[in-house]
């Protein structure tokens, strides 16, 4: 199971975060990811696994072809890493406008 980071951690290199947002958009398989893309369809491949093994996207057989989706379960981590977050940057930004009496 992917712990709170990893998703981020895999969005953290470009490629993948284009690859992840192609995806985001449409599924599609890795002949059509690769087609857009300046890397090869084996780096495309390695960017995909990265991607499923963070729980970002799912694959499902399609004929010959598998196709590549987005993965709720790990949109929701970064969702509940992300709103752990927020409350407290929400309290800092409060203390800060107390304190500059905004």
Excluded: C
């Excluded at 694959?59 to 992300?82: E, F, H």
């Amino acid at each position: 199971m992917a712990n709170a980071l990893q998703p981020l951690d895999a969005l953290a290199d470009p490629t993948r975060r284009a690859i992840f947002e192609r995806v985001a958009k449409k599924p599609q398989s890795v002949g059509e990811l690769a087609a857009g893309l300046p890397v090869s369809r084996p780096a495309v491949s390695q960017h995909l696994r990265t991607l499923k093994e963070a729980q970002l996207v799912i694959d499902q057989a399609q004929g010959t072809k598998r196709i590549y989706r987005i993965d709720p379960r790990g949109i929701a981590l970064m969702r509940a890493w992300l709103d752990d977050h927020w409350g407290e940057a929400l309290r800092a930004f409060q203390k800060f406008t107390d304190q500059e009496g905004i």
